[in-house]
């Protein structure tokens, strides 16, 4: 067997990173080992081992900030990317021109932020996604289906997510990505479409709106509903994550699939998956 490929963690002392670097040291992908672990410069945390960061024996891994160092130092063969959206996008040109394949799991991005993302990958290959837990991903497929057989059919469509208080971004990135899912279907364009909560006077609910409810509060790890209200009945699709450790395998998962070589492209987790899409 070939020796486990190298992997450089970005955002390592986070909640997703230190889960990552856990899991990798469990064992949970032999394929894979912990060989990088970046935060930024001024993260209290740098220089302590990712052993203990991630409650695990001593990895000989220091929290570090130089990328250029962890390069150098570590030749990562792909990276696992669970920071913040503006650093996300900084780091876009720097590991393209580094040739690393890249899991991006940072969700809250730009518009302009994304646009790097997909700049990198031109040049190399990055599996990108809001949620990369499997059930996520083939609740995206239902909500596509069910979506497609209600459309024109007055079912209107509205998204719960309820998450940490601790989460940044919102509505979630999932709850973007389940919301896209719907109004491809229905044939709309989600900007077009999409309503962030609702306060006030704001008259009836139009036919063709998207609307987002973002809860935040306590240790929710993710739930998200998606549903479909007619006249006469109700129909509600829900997933529910219990542990973050879910969406840590799935991007271990993706690193792996990357890390036996792909070609550079945009890539998300139904294709990591192998899942089908009516996309
Ligand atoms: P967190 O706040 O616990 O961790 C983020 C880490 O990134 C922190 O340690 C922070 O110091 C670090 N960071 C910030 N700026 C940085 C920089 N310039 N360089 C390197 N590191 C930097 O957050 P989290 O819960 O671990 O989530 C991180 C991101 O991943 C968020 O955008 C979140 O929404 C997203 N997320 C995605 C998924 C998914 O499945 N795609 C799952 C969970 C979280």
Redesign the pocket.
Same mark, same amino acid.
């Given at each position: 067997m070939s020796a486990p490929a190298n992997v450089m963690v970005?955002?390592a002392?986070?909640?997703?990173?230190r889960a990552i670097a856990r899991l990798l040291a469990e064992g949970a992908e032999p394929s894979l080992r912990l060989a990088a672990a @970046?935060?930024?410069p001024d993260?209290p945390d740098l220089g302590a081992d990712m052993g203990a960061l991630a409650g695990t024996p001593p990895a000989g891994i220091p929290l570090a900030a130089d990328f250029d160092a962890a390069v150098r130092d570590a030749a990562p063969a792909v990276a696992v990317d669970?920071?913040? %959206?503006a650093?996300s996008a900084?780091l876009a040109p720097r590991i393209a021109a580094a040739g690393i394949p890249w899991v991006v799991?940072?969700?809250?991005l730009a518009p302009e932020e994304q646009a790097a993302v997909r700049d990198a990958a031109q040049k190399i290959p990055v599996v990108q996604?809001?949620?990369?837990?499997v059930g996520i991903n083939l609740l995206e497929a239902l909500v596509r289906q069910a979506a497609l057989a209600l459309r024109g059919r007055g079912y209107d469509c509205e998204i719960i997510e309820r998450h940490h208080r %601790?989460?940044k971004?919102a509505p979630?990135?999932t709850a973007l990505f389940l919301g896209k899912a719907a109004a491809e279907s229905y044939g709309w364009s989600l900007p077009d479409v999409a309503t962030d909560g609702r306060s006030g006077l704001v008259g009836e609910r139009p036919a063709e709106q998207i609307g987002f409810h973002a809860v935040r509060g306590g240790d929710f790890v993710g739930d998200h509903t998606v549903l479909f209200a007619a006249d006469g009945e109700c129909l509600e699709l829900t997933h529910r994550a219990t542990s973050?450790d879910t @969406?840590a395998l799935?991007?271990i998962r993706a690193a792996a699939w990357l890390a036996a070589g792909r070609a550079p492209g945009l890539y998300g987790m139904a294709d990591v998956l192998g899942l089908e899409t009516s996309r």
């Open positions: 970005v955002g002392a986070g909640r997703m990173g @970046l935060d930024r993260c669970f920071s913040f %959206h650093a900084a799991g940072t969700t809250g996604a809001a949620n990369m837990s %601790h989460k971004d979630s990135g973050r @969406l799935g991007a």
